[in-house]
């Protein structure tokens, strides 16, 4: 029944460390965001794909590259993790038109030591 | 540049008073207008939106919002608040002209005491 699930929940991992968060949607959507949450709650737009096509990309380090596989599916890929990439990231989906309501998955934690 | 500003980092209200969350926005287009709110530990839930029409809006939970085009204001509403919708809040603004990023607000933290 989830609509946008993100795996995994909990990312606990030492700096300099690769790793991915994964997110899928089973809503029917065409358009994958996903958001940083930092330690102050404010929410920032990272990047957005559309039918696997790249849309939005805001001014985030190249260490972070998003992958869409196909429309379901958007994952995040981070090099070399550094303390100040500890945040809670969030995915979300919707339709294309800037009407259309986005909905958010449960989030991941991520703490880098 | 599309941005948006809610006003107070808190909100403190009794059970069973009325429960006012301010937003303002700054768009170049038409905006349209969104709520969510983020539990403990929990992801964004969509609570309701402004997109054209009237400008009183209803939303779950017994949310409501009214859109002053005037005052660029979204301000998010409900009659009687409960313990259960203390949380935080989040506005959200786009601009209508084609852009697709979602800009939120700060966030406001309510808290409903017993």
């Known amino acids: 029944d989830t609509a946008v699930s993100q795996t995994p929940k909990y990312l606990v991992t030492q700096m300099g460390n690769d790793k991915s968060i994964k997110c899928e949607q089973n809503l029917g959507h065409d358009t994958m965001y996903w958001y940083k949450q930092d330690s102050k709650k404010f929410l920032k737009i990272m990047f957005s794909?559309?039918?696997?096509?790249?849309?939005i990309n805001e001014t985030v380090p190249n260490r972070f590259s998003p992958k869409s596989p196909d429309k379901a599916h958007l994952n995040l890929h981070i090099n070399s993790l550094e303390l100040g990439d500890s945040a809670v990231y969030f995915c979300a989906s919707s339709q294309i038109s800037e009407q259309e309501t986005q909905y958010f998955g449960p989030g991941t934690r991520l703490l880098v030591l | 540049a599309q941005s948006v500003a809610q006003p107070e980092d808190q909100v403190n209200v009794a059970e069973g008073n009325p429960l006012t969350v301010k937003c303002t926005y700054s768009?170049?287009?038409?905006?349209?207008l969104f709520w969510y709110v983020q539990y403990p530990n929990r992801g964004l839930q969509f609570l309701l939106k402004y997109i054209t029409g009237d400008n009183l809006v209803k939303g779950s939970y017994g949310f409501e919002a009214e859109f002053n085009k005037s005052q660029t204001s979204f301000h998010l509403k409900k009659p009687s608040a409960l313990v259960s919708d203390s949380a935080l809040y989040f506005c959200?603004?786009?601009?209508?002209?084609?852009?697709?990023?979602?800009?939120f607000g700060a966030g406001t933290t309510v808290t409903v005491r017993a």
């Open positions: 794909y559309n039918n696997k096509e790249l849309i």
């Open positions: 768009v170049s287009g038409n905006p349209y």
């Open positions: 959200a603004v786009r601009d209508g002209r084609g852009d697709y990023k979602l800009s």
